[in-house]
Every structure is written in structure tokens, then in C-alpha cells.
């Protein structure tokens, strides 16, 4: 929050050397890793709309919007005041002002809009929609990715897709056909299962007209005033996938109640629930018994956007690191002026530069994935293009939860790192390092945490060999540019060679891959000094330091500092 001309000179001393409110910045312009990633993925016909967005998401007043959406949490409402039943939640101005500007500005939907380089924009715009807030991307992913999940059932997705794609927002808790928009959220895990979804409860019975009813609970339900929520629940042919509207048909509520709202560690503008369903009436998403199949199309989005999240809060965090270090004076200099300090700062930008440009390759991945089956012609630009499609659909199978695993395991400890640079300036709460901080674990946990995605990566690796093809093709591509990068590929190829790896090596083979393709990402979209110095930095395995700042001779240091500062005009 700005105050006007508050005051400097006080009886005991006068306020100097305190480094200025960052005012409106344009998240995008200022981005040299972001604006190469789109252009690379294809997206350059994308910059002047990111442009725009960007500034929208970097403004003064935005900053102030998330700053009370966090302050003053949603609350449940399980009543009105006459005693009848709402399960409804109450959320701050502010965050319905967050909401619009997502949504409104295409973030859910402009993926499945069939123009050119739709994951990838979303993607872009996640990234900058994570600086304004991140609580608020976590409906907007779900809603994103649930269209891969609905069109399982092309009739359901007939109903609901033009509105999840709409580009508006509707807070309205009324029945969806009543709406110009909507929301979808998840509810998925349960108390005794966590991420063994197998294991749930949960009971769909048949209606007799087609439909379910759905009686059990849900531990997390996120985003529940959603209008409409995919669950996973055992049906009389094993687990299977449904969509559980908030309204009924006849204009009812539906039987979904509201037990209580989590009190989290961070994620505070977000509601997430526990809720109980009472015979509440659903549809079938995808074949009984195939739930989880139904319900990774989706899962495989929502890590995608785990990762973006993660890149999305570094650059928030490194932001504000350079902005602190640039106006703040220690020892007769600036901070950003001093040999260590830059030495970190220079680390943390490699970092940040590395995450934007793996999940943006992912990004591009998925692009031309879902253009497979575009077409039945035989000819052969068609086949060719179908043949580069499969190979996409291939590496993005077990690139995304690479991306998930390593970038958003990453985000933790250089959120800490960038809140350090400020001092104890970072640690008190009415500045925004606290906030990142408190939000920089909540990636690695969502969508499965770090030993359920290294094992999945392991299990694709050792289940899915066009996965493995498609990945170390994508790695080849950079291969004979750096030694340190050649060795590194050289020795993920030999572990690919062994065995079948055990378990315990799922941590370890998930993090080389990671490097390995954050290195391979970086050739593909950023100049050669971030690539270099990446690799050097990263990927010597007698230099990988256990702290960001132990920077090696070969980082291009100046460089990096001196462009990310012109961006920002510091």
C-alpha cells in the first residue's frame, strides 16, 4: 500500500536509504526469458496481447488487490441468517477483481480457442498472472485444464465447454445454464488416501436415467464455489471419473456440503474445502471404471501449470530481490553493486531464466501435440506433421512431470534466497516476501508431491520408450555445444542403458533429467551467456553448489545483472 508524503525527518532521526515502492511494471517487456520462450514456442504473433496483460498484472492497483485478497481470506457461510443451508464462501472484493482479470483476459481458455500456439500463451499469461497473485491461478488452472478431462464425453463437453472457454468471469452462485461462465474445480483425495486415489470411498450409484448419485467425502476440495467439480468416486465397475454440479438440474441445490475451509500455510486468496457429498447427483466423465485414465488428461495440464506457478513466483521473487538491491546502499554502494551480492543475484536469474524456459518448451510441446489427429488425408506434409505431433504428444508424457518434479521443487529455496537479499526488510510481513515465501512449497505438493512425481517419471521411463526417445531426441538437440552439457547427457543415456532403476534413484534420475532439459530449453530460447553459464553453473558435477551464490568463473555475471536491470529501469 502507497501512503502520501509520509514523513522522513523525525525528532530522532531522519528515514533515508530505504529502497523505493516498486510502482507499475510491465511483467512482460521486462522479461527477456519469457519474451524469448514465446517467441521460440512459435508465439510471437502472442507478444503485443502478453504485452498488454503484463502491464495489467504489474500495476500498482493489482498488487493492492492481492495484497486484501490475502489479508482478509474467503470464510465460509454454511447458513443465512434464517437457519437454511448454503455451503456457500464469502470472498473480499479484491479477489473477485483478480478473477476478472484472468479470466476476462483469456487465461482458461484461450488454449482450446484452436489458434496457434494456445498452451503456449497460457501458459505466458499463467506466468504473469502468479506475479499479480497466485492464489487465484489455482481455479483458473483447474478450469483450463478441465477441458481435457470433459471432452472424454463429447455430450458433456457440448454443454459445458462453451463456457468454461467463455473469457468472462461469473461470481453468480446460480444454476451454470443460467451463466455466461464458469469455473471447475477438483475434489479427489480423501483422509485415508492422499494421493493413492484408489483407495477412496466414495460411492456412485446408478440413477437408473444415466446418472449418479455420489455419497462420501473429499478432504481437499479446491476452489468450491466452483461451479461445477471433476471427482473420482468407486462405481459399481470400479473407479471412475464425474462431474458434480453445484445446481441440479431442477434448479436445486445440489447435495455437496461444506464441511470447513482449510487454514493454510499460504494460498490464503484461495478457498480450499472439505465437503461431504450427500446424495449428491453427478455425471459420468469417460468410461465406468476408468477413472484415473479419464482423470490424468487433466492431471497432466495441472502439473503444466504447477511448474508455471513455480517459474511464475521465482520471477516475482527475483524481482523484487534486484529492485531491493538496486536502491539499497550498504558499506558506501548499492547492494546489487557488491561482488557477493551480485554473485547471487546472477545465480538466482540463471535459475529463473531456466525454469521459464523448460515450461514454456513444455508448453510448445503441448501445442503441437493436440494437433494429432487434425487430420485423416494421406498426403505426406499431413503425415509428417502427424508423425511430429505423436512425437510431441510422446515428450510431453514425461517432460511435464520432470518440469513439475525439479522446477517447482527449486522454487522453495530461491524464494528464501531472494528474501534474503532484503534483509529483515524480507522477513516482516507488511513487504510481499513473507507471501512468496509462504507460497513457494505449495507447487510440490499439489498434483502429486516429490516422491509420487519421481516415481511416475521413473515408471514412464521404464513403461513408455517413444517417451524416452522423444525426450533424449529433445536433449540431442543441444548436444556438441558445452562440455559439461555433453558429459551430463552422456551419463543420463548411460542410466537409461542400465537396468531397471530401483526406487530410491527416482529422486536423483528425476533432478538429471530436469537439468538436462532446462539446459536443452535454454538453447532452444535464450541466448548463448544463459545457456553457458547455465550449464557451467549446473550441470559440473564437481561445482554444483548447495547454495545459490557459489558462482563459477565461466557465468557471464555482468551480463545477466546488467540486462535484467535495464529491463527494469533500475
Known amino acids: ?58 500495476t500498482v492497483r493489482t498488487r493492492e488487490w492481492a495484497r486484501q485478497a490475502n489479508d482478509n481470506p474467503p470464510r465460509l457461510k454454511s447458513f443465512d ?56 491461478t489455482c481455479p483458473m488452472s483447474m478450469t483450463y485444464a478441465s477441458i481435457a478431462a470433459l471432452r472424454a464425453t463429447p455430450e458433456l463437453a457440448g454443454t459445458w465447454e462453451p463456457r468454461v472457454t467463455a473469457q468472462r468471469y461469473d461470481r453468480r452462485s446460480i444454476p451454470a445454464r ?46 468450491p464455489m466452483s461451479d461445477a467439480f471433476l471427482t473420482l468416486a468407486q462405481a459399481p465397475d470400479g473407479l471412475t471419473c464425474f462431474l458434480v454440479p453445484r445446481w441440479r438440474p431442477d434448479g436445486e441445490r445440489n447435495a455437496i456440503r461444506l464441511m ?50 513455480s517459474a511464475g513466483g521465482m520471477r516475482a521473487a527475483l524481482v523484487r530481490a534486484l529492485w531491493h538491491a538496486a536502491h539499497r546502499r550498504a558499506f558506501g554502494k548499492a547492494l546489487l553493486d557488491h561482488p557477493a551480492m551480485r554473485a547471487v543475484l546472477a545465480d538466482l536469474i540463471l535459475e529463473s531464466e531456466a525454469a521459464t524456459a523448460l515450461v514454456l518448451r513444455v508448453g510448445a510441446g503441448l501445442d503441437q501435440a493436440t494437433g494429432c489427429d487434425r487430420s485423416a488425408s494421406n498426403d505426406r506434409a499431413t503425415v509428417g506433421n502427424r508423425s511430429a505431433n505423436v512425437r510431441a504428444t510422446a515428450f510431453v508424457r514425461l517432460a511435464t512431470p520432470v518440469a513439475k518434479y525439479w522446477i517447482c521443487k527449486r522454487q ?28 513457494s512449497p505449495l507447487n510440490a505438493i499439489w498434483e502429486g508431491s516429490g516422491n509420487v512425481s519421481a516415481l511416475d517419471i521413473l515408471r514412464a521411463a521404464a513403461r513408455e520408450p517413444d517417451s524416452v526417445t522423444a525426450v533424449l531426441a529433445e536433449l540431442d538437440t543441444a548436444a556438441g555445444r558445452n562440455a559439461y552439457y555433453d558429459a551430463h547427457l552422456e551419463g543420463i543415456k548411460r542410466t537409461l542403458g542400465e537396468a531397471a532403476l530401483p526406487e530410491r534413484s527416482a529422486r536423483g534420475f528425476a533432478r538429471d533429467l530436469g537439468l538436462g532439459l532446462q539446459a536443452a530449453a535454454l538453447h532452444w530460447s535464450a541466448s548463448p551467456p544463459v545457456f553457458d553459464g547455465f550449464c557451467s553453473q549446473r550441470l559440473d558435477p564437481s561445482r554444483r553448489g548447495l547454495l545459490h551464490g557459489e558462482l563459477v568463473d565461466a557465468v557471464d555475471q555482468e551480463w545477466l545483472i546488467e540486462r535484467a536491470r535495464r529491463a527494469l529501469d533500475v
Open 260 to 309: 470447513r475451509l482449510k487454514e493454510k500455510l499460504g494460498d490464503r486468496s484461495n478457498a480450499s474445502a472439505e465437503i461431504e457429498y450427500h446424495g449428491a447427483w453427478a455425471q459420468r466423465v469417460g468410461e465406468e471404471g476408468r477413472g484415473v485414465p479419464t482423470i490424468i488428461e487433466m492431471v497432466q495440464l495441472t502439473r503444466y501449470d504447477c511448474a508455471l506457478g
Open 81 to 136: 441468517r434464517y437457519g437454511r443451508r448454503l455451503d456457500e464462501v464469502v470472498f473480499h472484493p479484491a479477489y473477485h477483481h483478480l478473477m476478472e482479470l484472468g479470466l476476462s483476459n483469456g487465461i482458461s481458455g484461450c488454449a482450446w480457442s484452436g489458434k496457434p500456439a494456445g498452451h503456449l500463451l497460457h501458459g505466458a499469461m499463467m506466468i504473469l498472472m502468479t506475479q499479480a497473485d497466485a492464489g487465484v
Open 412 to 439: 522453495p529455496g530461491f524464494v528464501y534466497e531472494a528474501l534474503e537479499c532484503h534483509g529483515g526488510a524480507g522477513y516482516v510481513e507488511e513487504g510481499p516476501m513473507p507471501r512468496l515465501f509462504r507460497q
Open 1 to 58: 500500500m502507497r501512503h502520501r508524503k509520509p514523513l522522513t525527518e523525525l525528532a530522532t532521526h531522519d528515514v533515508i536509504n530505504q529502497s523505493p515502492p516498486l510502482g507499475d511494471i510491465s511483467l512482460y517487456v521486462s522479461d527477456a526469458a519469457l519474451r524469448g520462450a514465446v517467441e521460440a514456442g512459435g508465439g510471437d504473433q502472442q507478444h503485443s496481447r502478453l504485452a498488454e496483460f503484463g502491464e495489467q498484472c504489474g
Open 178 to 223: 443460467e451463466k455466461n461462465a464458469v469455473t471447475i474445480g477438483m475434489a479427489m483425495t480423501e483422509k485415508q488416501g492422499g494421493s493413492d486415489v484408489r483407495s477412496n470411498t466414495t460411492r456412485a450409484e446408478r440413477a437408473g436415467d444415466g446418472n449418479y448419485i455420489l455419497t462420501g467425502h473429499k478432504w481437499f476440495c479446491s476452489a
